[in-house]
């Protein structure tokens, strides 16, 4: 597993970022997917996940403005981030579950064991 995200930046608050994550290592993958974000001084917290399947889940803060995608074929997913706001500002990291397992009820860092690198998400007021 190799997990790079990319498509973080500087943006307005009220503006909309797609942030990419590809596993350079496989062609294929039914593992289940999640993005993470920690912003200084903080833990690192859930942002949304998907199975192979589709099926998604989200943090409350994300819900309605953010929105995750993945191509299997591919093997990458994406999050589309809209209406963002100051307090979105954070480190954004993929991460991938053990296969096999699907999205638990309260996702946690530890649910994950793949992670990429991370990119930084910048909203200004």
């Known amino acids: 597993v190799q997990l790079q995200a990319s498509g973080g930046g500087l943006v307005q608050a009220g503006d909309s970022l797609r942030l990419s994550c590809e596993d350079s290592g496989r062609t294929y993958s039914t593992a289940t997917m999640g993005w993470f974000r920690q912003a200084p001084g903080k833990e690192r917290d859930f942002v949304a996940a998907i199975t192979w399947r589709g099926g998604r889940t989200y943090a409350d803060s994300v819900k309605g403005r953010f929105t995750i995608s993945r191509v299997n074929s591919h093997m990458m997913i994406y999050l589309q981030m809209n209406s963002l706001k100051p307090e979105d500002t954070a480190v954004y990291y993929c991460?991938?579950?053990?296969?096999?397992?699907?999205?638990?009820?309260?996702?946690?860092?530890?649910?994950?064991?793949?992670w990429g690198q991370g990119t930084q998400v910048t909203v200004s007021s």
């Open positions: 991460a991938q579950r053990p296969y096999g397992l699907g999205i638990p009820m309260n996702p946690n860092p530890t649910d994950f064991d793949s």
